[in-house]
């Protein structure tokens, strides 16, 4: 590909997304956060609206909402069925599982030697790119942005509890929100994370008072909020003033509640609760409440009161704890809101939330916290698939778009492995990788605004744009030039690992407008501007085909195709998925 023309593209997507941005003070909003067993399936009435078959552009438009990027295939057998009947045959395949993967590897690990974050990595990719359960895997992926745990930290070599960590989040994906809250709460990596495993009682002849971190987040980031919300997600006011869910006491019962959970197993003795390798699968089994450590002092909190207790019993303090959290009517609107943004948009109506939290609340049958309700109201609202003119959409961030090209184009990996490492670095890469957020509060907050921008001035967020800047920008195009032309992944015998089949729209590459057709469908659910259409096809056109059928002629086709698909994806209207 002619490198002059990577260069303009470039520019042209810097304006497109930099342009806006300036020095002004970033506006507060209650979307904004300070720095700083088997699910059980439920019966759901679908009361959602029964869209017609949809068109080729719909299904593709959907299809990058639900799924990590729609496959021509799968866009073909959409415009033949229905969205309702395409999300009840996701939510009936098996789990595509994380842990298999990994165990193999760790079971063959020398002692004393550690696992590498690759290896997580590579079985991501590999199931972005192939797992048939598609929905599941995106839902596991919005999740483990919502319910965040991170490689950055003390859980940088911890792969195996990582990778239970996630299939654990798509286990719980299309159950119910009550499940998710616990297995969140009980798994062995997050009370790493957020320090509450081997979380001891209050002792005041020490001055040892119980870690207070995990109490302040599930209620902060994981359930409820920090303000009081309406069902449709504003805030509720108090003589004008928002009302703040929880305060110091609250945080202060609820941590008492978080004493006393430690290693999993059949172990009860003192070394099991201080001593992970007692239990070889401790990184893998849910947490245990060991009730010598638990407090027994008076828990206050969210209006709950759990008195004094002679024998301290850490599972029915966790169980009240818990049922008061999911029963709160912050989740509903707090949670479904999140789970919008991740999927569909960063700026939904008021109304579009208060849809999303009645399916929350009730799913038809009187259940609530019904996943897949849920999630069927996020994905079939008429604002999911028959957006306004002036919706704003959401920014694709920047592990979508490396999966969506892999989807697009049926990249394949020689290894079978998907040998893609960290993609971290934002002057030559994504500037993302998953599970390693830099902090809790995910690698963007969802209540983000652009300081001096538009965006900003019609007080709308952009999230994803927290972790854009001037050398992600440029980064991720260069990196993508290189991917789209090569490959992306670890070189063997001068191959890159990973890489896509151009084959089915080399055959167009006669056809420039046709050829955009095609990408324009896949790339974008058919959304480029006339004058984007038109720079690119002449963009296309102006490489050279030599007559006949040769190698020559099929470079120069496969060129045009590489081009193409370059300047598709670093155009605005790729870049913001609506």
Known sequence: MPRTLLHASTLSLLLA????????????????WPDGPAPVRRPFFDTSPHYPVP????????????????HPDEIATLTRSSYQRWLDEQFSLPQTLFLPE????HVRLEKGKNLRQELFFRTFWKNAATAPDQLRQRVAFALSEIFVISFEGQLDVKIRGAASYWDMLGRNAFGDFRTL?????????????????????????????????????????????????????????????????Y???????????????????????DRHFNRQNEEPRWDILPMKGYPKFHSTSEKR????????????????????????????????????????????????????????????NDNGAGVRG?????????????????????????????????????????????????????????????????????????F????????????????????????????????????????????????????????????????LAGQPARLLDQLDLLLTGQRLSAASRQRITEAMAAVPLPPGQGDAAERARINRVKLGILLVMVSPEYLVQK
């Open 17 to 32: 997304l930099l342009a806006a941005c300036g020095t002004a003070p970033h506006k507060a909003d209650p979307w904004s």
């Open 370 to 442: 019904d996943m897949q309700a849920v999630i069927r109201a996020v994905l079939l609202d008429p604002e999911a698939r028959s957006p306004a003119p002036q919706a704003t959409g959401k920014l694709r961030e920047p592990v979508l778009r490396l999966t969506q090209w892999m989807r697009a184009f049926d990249a394949r990996s020689d290894s079978g492995n998907f040998l893609i490492p960290n993609t971290d670095n934002p002057a030559n890469s994504l500037g993302q990788s998953p599970l390693r957020s830099p902090t809790v509060f995910n």
């Open 181 to 245: 809250l616990e297995e969140v709460a009980r798994h062995p990596m997050m009370g790493i994370y957020l320090s509450h495993l081997r979380n001891q009682k209050e002792d005041p002849a020490r001055g040892r008072v119980p870690d207070e971190n995990f109490a302040r987040e599930i209620m902060q980031l994981f359930s409820i909020g920090l303000y009081e919300l309406n069902p449709d997600g504003s805030l509720r006011l108090r003589d004008g003033q928002p009302v703040e869910t």
């Open 444 to 507: 963007y907050r969802p209540g983000y605004m652009p300081p001096g921008s538009e965006i900003a001035q019609r007080n709308l967020v952009a999230p994803e744009m927290q972790i854009v800047s001037e050398s992600s920008v440029a980064g991720y195009a260069n990196f993508m030039q290189t991917t789209i032309d090569a490959g992306v992944g670890r070189a063997e015998n001068g191959k890159r690992d990973v890489r896509a089949d151009y084959s089915a729209m080399a055959a």
């Open 102 to 105: 990994i165990e193999p590897e």
């Open 301 to 360: 909190f969210l209006g709950v009161v759990i008195p004094p207790q002679k024998t301290a019993d850490p599972e029915g303090d966790l169980k009240i704890a818990l049922d008061r959290l999911f029963n709160h009517p912050n989740v509903g609107p707090f949670f479904g809101r999140q789970l919008i943004q991740r999927l569909v948009t960063s700026n939904p109506s008021p109304a579009y939330v208060g849809r999303v939290t009645q399916a929350f």
């Open 55 to 70: 068109s080729p552009a719909e299904a593709s438009r959907f299809l990058q909402q639900a799924s990590f990027g729609p």
């Open 247 to 269: 305060g110091m006491d609250d945080i202060t019962g609820l941590a008492r509640v978080f004493t006393g959970f430690s290693y999993g197993g059949p172990g009860t003795t």
